[in-house]
Structure formats: C-alpha cells, structure tokens
C-alpha cells in the first residue's frame, strides 16, 4: 500500500469516527431532550432566537468570509444571493424561531388508545424520532430553520451543510449551542458536521443504530446519492416534476391563471409546474392561448417534448407541451412522468376532478389551484423541514408531526398471556 | 470472461427482469385496486378463501412435496412442523382470510383536513402504498396472510418466500390468482417471485420505482441483509430482546407470574423476554425466588452474562440476568443492549412506572404486563404484517393502517400563490 493512500485511509476512519462521536452524544441528548416540557423548549428557541439577534455582528462576519470565497471561485450572482445574509434575513432567522416556538408541540398526542377485554389499557403517544440527520446545499437559515423544528419535535439534530457556507454554519451553529448551554440544556442538541469532506455524509447515512432518520434536502443528485448509499432510514424531498391538466371541460381564464402561476412564480422550487397537458378535445382553441400566455411570460415552450424532457425538472423558465386524450390519458401521462410531488387539474366537471384525484398517485393533487400550494407553510403546519415525494412515514409537506415517532404504552395489573 | 460466468451474468439479467416485469404488472394491478370500494375487496376475500377450501387437495399435495424435501434435506422436526399444512391449517388460513374481510377499510380515511383562509379546502387521506414486497422465511401460511391484508389495504403484492415452501406457496398463490380473475380482478394484485436463487430477494429490494416498500420477515440475518442491500424504503420487523424490570416496589407474585410467561410461553417468538433485570433494593429476596421459578420453568439461567448474552435474542429457555440500581440504571440498560422492541417493569410505584414509560426507548413499554402482549391480534388490529422495531413509518404491531400512506386532496376555484 502506498503512503498517500495509508493517510486517506487513517483520515477516512478519523472522519468517520467524528461523525460517529458527534452521533453518539446527540443520542445522549436526545434522550434529555425527549422528556421536556413545551415550556422549557419553548423558552430554549426564544433564547436561541435573542442568540442569533445577539451575535448578528459576528454571524455576518462569518457569512461575509463565505461570500469572499465563493466570490473568489467565481459562483453565479444567483448562488450569492442564495448565501448571502443581512441584517434583515437575521432578523428573519430570529423570527422563524420564534414561530416555531408558537407552534403546537406534537410530542406526547395520543392518536389511538382502547381498553382490552382483559383490562390492559392501551395507548399509542408521540414520541420524538430521536437524532435526526440533515444533508443540505441550500442557504445557511435551513441551519437554523432545522434546529428549530427538529428541538420543539424533542430531536437531535446533526447538520450537514454546504461548504461553501461552511463558515455562516459554523457561527450559526455556536450561536445556538451557547443559547442551550445557558438554558441549561445540553449543547449536542445540534451540531455541524464538517462539510470539508463529502465523505462525512455518507458516514452519517450509514450511521445505523446512531441515526434515526436522514433527510437529504437537495437536488436529484445528492437525494439518489443518499437514497443509494444510506443504511439508516431515509426521507425523500422535493424533486418536482408537476403537471397542469387542462381538462376539455377547463374554464380557460382559469387555466391560464393557473398555468402561468404554477410555471413562473418561482420557476426554481419543486412546486412548480414543468408540464402542460392539454385535452385534445379543446387544443384548437386551448393550445395557442395558453401557449400565448407562457410565451408573454418568458416561457420557452417544448411542443414536441422528448422523452428526456417529459422526465426532466427544469427548474427554470422552460415547459413540455403535450396533448392527451381525455382524463384517463391525463392520469396515465401523470403517472408515467411525474415524481409524484405535486400534479393539479383544472376542470368545472364533478366527475373528472374526482377521477383525477383518485387516480392520480401523488403527494399532492390541486383541483384548479396552482401547484405551488404544497408548501408547508400554505398548508398551515407553520414550518417545513421539506416536502417528501416518498411514501413511506411522510407524504408531502413535512412539518413537526412528521419529525415524530409513536409509542405503545400498556398499562396492567399483572396480565399475562394465555395462548 | 469466462463462459461459465458469462452464463451466470445472464441468468442474473434474467432473474432481475423477471422481477422487475413481476413488478411492473403489480404496479398496473395496483393502481386498479386502488380505487375499488371495500365491498368489492371483501368479496375478493371471501372468494380467495373459498377458493383455498376448494383447492385444500392440490395445496396439501403440494406441500407434502415440500415436507419430502425437506425430510430428505435433513431438517429438524421443528422446522418441518412449521412447513407442514393438514386440513385444520387450511381451515385456519381460509378463515384468516374471513377475518380481515370483516377489519375495517383503512382506505379513504381522512386523516386532516381544513380550509385555507384563501378558500382552499385541504384534506388529507389514506392511500394504499402501492407495490409491496414481503420476504420471508416463515410458514406457507404467512403467504395467505400477507396477501390478505395487503389487498383489503389496497396494495399489490410481491412474495419472495423461502425455497423450502416453494411448492406450498406456489400452489397457494395460483390459488389465490384463479379466485382473484374469478372476481374480475387483476391476478397481478398478487405474484411469488422464484426462490430458487437467493438474487431475487435483491432484485426485489431494489426494484426502485418500482416497489414501494420492501418488508422483511424473518431472522436478524435476513432483516441485516435487507436493510444492507435495499434501495427501496424497507420495515424492518421483529428482532426482539426484550426485558422484563423487576422494580424495588414490585408485587413479587406478579413479578414472577410476568417474568415466567413472558419467558416460556413462545420462547422462539420476537415478542419472548430474553432479558431479566432486578433492582438492587430487593435482590436479596426477588433474586433466589425468581431464579427458582426460572429453574423450575426449564429456564437456563445466566447470572453473569457476557457482553453478548445481553444483547443476544436466545429464542430458546435461556435468560440473562443483572441486577441494576433504580429506575434510572434499569433504563439505561434497556436502552443500551434492548432492540427496541418491548420493555416491561414490574412495580406499584407510580412515579417509577412514568419514569420507564417516558425514557425507555423502545415500540412498546408494558407496565405490569407481559412482553407476549405486543401482537397485533392482542392490540385488537385483527391480524399483522410484523411488528416493527423501527422508528419511521410504523412502529410496533403493524395492521391495515400500516400499510398505507397518505395523499393530500386541494379543492380551489381558481387560487393562485402570491409570494
């Protein structure tokens, strides 16, 4: 063996064992964690929330080192401004923490519970999942907008950022510990894994007995890497291949209003629409309005879709054009091309909308209504930690009840079982 | 390459398209009996166990092919007596099929739902998972079973059984098939995938996209092999060291009437105590009392267990025994070397009884009960799939409910999103 790979080899294992230490003392907090009051958590997000007001000086220093560095390496504007924090995006931060802290806490519910004829009283309660992985690209708020949501829920969370926000994280991350520590909770509630390697991610995803669950919040490549490698549970989010149906029964005006919300309010997120579908028996006069319509909007229009661009998630101002043959077909098309996110209809007939919904295999399905609804905040959770397009555990947006576990508790008086 | 190898690479090719094209065909059939009405499921029911009835000969000759086998292969009276059918068992699997015709429809239960202040009206409901692929190594029965409750929950499914069952379960499922084409239904809701080479378990477990959860039943090995392998979310079921805690203010008569009948009443079922702990308070009197009626039980007892007895799941009249100090050692034990599964404590301590309840970590917590309680039938579910000792999903004895997921429904008149 050579000698680089003798070093490679020893820092795999040094990495590995990081990860594998920060996942053993979040599993000791967690355990405290999960028998607090609402109050004492609540009380712990407002003085994380005064925290990160507090060190606003110093997390912008830090975020200002981050944008140094990516500005050195030549990332687009656009990346730069998905990184970048100010005093008001702090100050939203701060505010997120405290919505949070408003919530309903989901933890001790009791969602079924009976009396067995042999007197053992039954109940099954919430219960936190206990440490709960993060793997993210995103803006350095997901940092804080996770610990949030994953602290009132009674998890542990172990973060895995971007490095190109590496240094935001990490004063963010300290904020937060410092403001548990002086609640007298313990710090390993969250922590920041090192993001200066990628293998720190597959360590954490394959941390089985360590980690609960892990959450890749991400583009298609980093949810298939984790889905692939990952030996602990898993949630996928938000990849969004959504369809608008245009029904032959559709009121045009409807659509078109529709149609062009769901394709242009934020072309960039997984709610938006990439796929038009239209029903043949209206394309003379439905076809070249709607076309119009996104053609005004700055929408390029794929009429003749490849199969590639049937399957693709733009995520920008682009559209597959198709024509299908009455509902079935719409349905059909759905659900050969679509990543069952989010998938809407727009018709005034009862039993078309109602065979869509049924038919249709997705998390979402919009009778006339703009597919970027699926959004956790428009449901009215108050927060998302994202949207799963899975179906197992949770479907759909993903709020404080999905970042719970259950519990059967069985209480008796000496019962035992006779066959 | 060699040409024995170059075989090899295309019998596996083969294999894996077998069960993906198995796959693709449940996928169709799924989406077909997802939207049947309950009658119609419960009357598929009734003829699939007519249909068993009827072919009670050919199922019997069937299996006397697989106990040959089997006998000739050498094995052990208690795996033969697992394999075996005789009249009563088929009875037995045809009234099973009876009983989930008679459970409760799971599908189209509205979970959620609420209106928006901007007029959209949200529900959430249950949904069949779709594609469900069972492993298993267990008794032939098991393959009626799953397809029942796969099918009132509205879910195709794919059977990879054990090889040594083959015949049973072949002639079980065609069984089931010809009931299923007799009803007007897709024969494809149910298929057996070859046992005859251990690929097709992986193929199956990572048939993604195709399969939309994958449930091992069976061994640690098994289950170890699956979570290992899969690319398709899985359930990991039944692995059971459970404990029973025998606290200071424990009632020692139903201490031992527990601790006896949560050892010895199945000793190789999941839900078995393989674990004794007593508190240190009362060791000088509970420990000789318990260890005799242990003895006395058949039991072998060992009182300095090694690292690996105490996280061993004997699945035989064997026990390790520990004694602890309080509540709080007794939890920490559990949570260090239990699966997960079932914990029970023995106490008429009221604050000692919340203490285990809260902080152990595992499916079920028994207060004054046996471990033997955790069981779908005894929960009141009717019948189950497993019992999960995972955290995602479900947790605990698995029912209908169990084995679906959920799809949020949006009604608007024409909403679209601001910001």
């Given at each position: 063996m050579h000698r680089r790979e003798q070093v490679d080899l020893r820092e795999q294992a040094d990495l590995r064992e990081q990860v594998h230490a920060a996942a053993r003392r979040a599993r000791a907090a967690s355990r405290e964690l999960a028998t607090l009051s609402t109050a004492v958590k609540d009380r712990a997000l407002h003085a994380a929330a005064d925290a990160v007001l507090g060190a606003a000086a110093?997390?912008?220093?830090?975020?200002?080192e981050d944008l140094e560095r990516a500005r050195a390496a030549g990332t687009s504007e656009a990346m730069l401004d998905r990184l970048a924090l100010n005093p008001q995006r702090v100050d939203g931060i701060a505010?997120?923490?405290?919505?949070?802290?408003?919530?309903?806490?989901?933890?001790?519910?009791?969602?079924?519970?009976?009396?067995?004829?042999?007197?053992l009283r039954l109940r099954q309660q919430r219960v936190p999942l206990g440490v709960v992985g993060i793997v993210?690209?995103?803006r350095p708020n997901v940092t804080v907008d996770a610990f949030g949501l994953t602290l009132k829920s009674g998890n542990a969370v172990l973060l895995r950022g971007s490095s190109s926000a590496a240094s935001s994280n990490a004063a963010l991350v300290d904020t937060l510990r410092d403001a548990l520590v002086g609640e007298n909770l313990p710090a390993d509630v969250v922590a920041l894994l090192s993001a200066a390697d990628r293998s720190t991610v597959t360590h954490?995803?394959?941390a089985r007995g360590l980690v609960d669950v892990a959450i890749p919040r991400g583009g298609a490549g980093l949810i298939e890497a984790v889905v692939r490698d990952a030996l602990v549970p898993t949630i996928e989010t938000g990849t969004g291949n959504c369809h608008v149906y245009v029904h032959a029964d559709a009121d045009l005006d409807v659509a078109e209003r529709i149609l062009i919300n769901s394709k242009t309010r934020r072309p960039s997120v997984c709610?938006?629409?990439?796929?038009?579908?239209?029903?043949?028996?209206?394309?003379?006069t439905a076809l070249p309005r709607l076309l119009g319509?996104?053609?005004?909007?700055?929408?390029?229009?794929?009429?003749?879709?490849?199969?590639?661009?049937?399957?693709a998630e733009f995520l920008s101002l682009d559209i597959a054009v198709t024509v299908v043959d009455g509902v079935d077909a719409a349905v059909a098309h759905v659900n050969e091309y679509g990543t069952g996110h989010t998938e809407a209809i727009v018709t005034r007939d009862l039993a078309a909308a109602q065979r869509f919904t049924d038919r249709v295999d997705a998390a979402a399905v919009m009778v006339n209504a703009a597919t970027s609804f699926t959004d956790g905040e428009q449901f009215g959770f108050g927060a998302e930690i994202g949207i799963s397009t899975q179906k197992l555990h949770a479907r759909g947006p993903m709020g404080l009840t999905e970042l719970t576990s259950t519990k059967w508790i069985?209480?008796?008086?000496g019962q035992i079982r006779a066959v």
């Open positions: 110093s997390i912008l220093a830090a975020n200002a505010a997120g923490l405290r919505q949070v802290a408003g919530l309903p806490d989901p933890i001790g519910e009791v969602l079924r519970g009976r009396t067995l004829p042999n007197g993210y690209e995103g954490l995803i394959q709610n938006a629409a990439e796929s038009l579908l239209v029903d043949a028996a209206i394309a003379d319509a996104l053609a005004a909007a700055g929408v390029t229009v794929h009429t003749e879709p490849t199969e590639e661009q049937l399957r069985v209480w008796g008086d």
